[in-house]
């Protein structure tokens, strides 16, 4: 997806969140802002935000150090939602369609996103997942393509699941750990970034999140908070060849992985105007989307 003129003041957004996290004078943060907004402005729009966001963060790093400005806030999220895993846990055990439950649950948890927002009340957040129902309604969705959802996944042998945010990445092992249950013979690839930018989840992020024990963690070589193919490294190419299927989760690998020689599961939170409107949805809808 190319980057549209309403995606460009969230790369502002953006930019402004990050800065917050910053730890240097007024004058050298306005030097380095300045030479943002040119890269900004100055961007070719034919390519994705989050390739451009990708440029952003290696022009900062390239001026103050290789520093993972999101550090503490991923601890936190881990942490609330590991809080509640057996909660959760607990609900998709109890749900009518227990992979309904959990597919419900780990969208949901795309709302931890400090990519589209200044501010995550990320307690708050979690909170309104533990009251949310589980309802077959949504299956009427014509965006929620659940009924699709579960037919790919039933019949895959190996499953590449692309990872968005940390903390998301709890409410994701509870959907893998819930397949895993159901089909124990899919093999199941956990892809993530392979250096921190914005939220996204790192190695330690999954491992953290105790994704390890039910698929492997493999970093996608991905240093944007998307997944293009061509700038993976080559073991993640290895294992996303050799996959049936791809689970593409959040709203960056959606703008992001484009590949018509795959069947590709999107699992994401619409969280602006444009996506929505892509998407055939409204802000803050949930959304499975097969490509």
Do not use: W
């Not at 881990?78 to 649950?105: F, G, H, I, P, Q």
């Not at 992001?256 to 444009?274: G, Q, R, T, V």
């Not at 949805?281 to 097969?290: D, K, Q, T």
């Amino acid at each position: 997806m190319k980057c549209f003129d309403e995606c460009i003041p969230c790369l502002y957004r953006q930019v402004d969140s990050i800065f917050r996290l910053i730890n240097s004078t007024d004058k050298e943060k306005e030097c380095l802002k300045t030479e943002v907004d040119y890269l900004i402005e100055n961007s070719d729009k034919n390519l994705s935000p989050p390739e451009i966001v990708g440029k952003i963060y290696s022009l900062i790093k390239s001026k103050i150090g290789d520093i993972d400005f999101y550090r503490e806030i991923k601890d936190k999220s881990n942490a609330a939602a590991l809080s509640v895993y057996d909660t959760l846990k607990n609900k998709v055990r109890d749900s009518e369609d227990t992979l309904l439950a959990a597919v419900v649950m780990s969208i949901s948890g795309n709302i931890i996103d400090f990519g589209a927002k200044y501010y995550v009340d990320i307690d708050a957040e979690i909170n309104k997942i533990l009251n949310r129902k589980y309802s077959l309604e949504l299956i009427e969705s014509k965006c929620f393509h659940y009924i699709q959802f579960k037919e790919l996944v039933s019949s895959a042998k190996q499953i590449v699941y692309l990872a968005d945010n940390a903390g998301e990445t709890v409410f994701d092992r509870i959907l893998i750990e819930e397949i895993k249950k159901l089909y124990p013979h899919i093999i199941i690839i956990y892809a993530v970034k392979e250096k921190p930018i914005i939220n996204d989840a790192t190695r330690i992020d999954a491992v953290n999140s105790g994704i390890e024990q039910s698929a492997e963690i493999v970093s996608s070589g991905s240093v944007i908070p998307g997944t293009i193919i061509e700038l993976c490294n080559s073991q993640f190419i290895d294992e996303y060849n050799k996959a049936d299927l791809i689970i593409s989760k959040g709203q960056g690998n959606f703008e992001s992985l484009e590949d018509a020689s795959k069947k590709i599961i999107y699992l994401f939170i619409a969280k602006c105007p444009k996506i929505a409107s892509i998407s055939g949805n409204f802000i803050g809808s949930m959304n499975i989307l097969i490509h």
